[in-house]
């Protein structure tokens, strides 16, 4: 697996932080980018949808778990949620709850990404120590 960003990089940072803002209406698309950028390292594939398209209040994002599961997500306004069970699948009569952070959506998920950003937590925080002492 390529690890596209460094976990201690990624590992406090907000999608927030990096969103467009047109108005009071964040640009999804741009959005959806920095929520594949802050955890890409603990998942073995995630990029933005370039088959679904995107608006400026949807985007779309497909992730695969560490443990092989694929799914399309859905990002709004009112947060991220399972749309479909592969890639750019999008399943009408799917009813999944939303999760205000892409962490509580992967955390639920995948014990694989628990686990990866738990390590990159603990690496970071020895680091810290280290550089302390």
């Not at 920095?34 to 994002?61: G, K, T, W």
């Not at 778990?65 to 306004?77: D, F, P, S």
């Not at 999008?90 to 738990?118: I, M, N, W």
Request: aromatic residues 8%; contains cysteine.
């Amino acid at each position: 697996m390529e690890i596209d960003c460094q976990p201690e990089e990624s590992v406090v940072s907000s999608f927030d932080e990096d969103c467009a803002v047109l108005g009071h209406v964040k640009d999804m698309s741009l959005e959806a980018e920095a929520v594949v950028n802050d955890v890409r390292f603990a998942v073995d594939e995630m990029h933005v949808s370039q088959s679904l398209s995107s608006a400026s209040d949807v985007a779309y994002i497909n992730v695969e778990t560490r443990e092989g599961n694929r799914y399309c997500l859905e990002l709004t306004e009112s947060g991220l949620r399972v749309v479909g069970y592969a890639f750019n699948q999008v399943d009408e009569e799917l009813d999944t709850q939303y999760h205000e952070t892409v962490y509580s959506l992967l955390d639920k998920l995948s014990p694989g990404y628990r686990e990866a950003f738990g390590n990159a937590l603990l690496q970071r925080l020895e680091r810290l120590k280290q550089s302390g002492q």
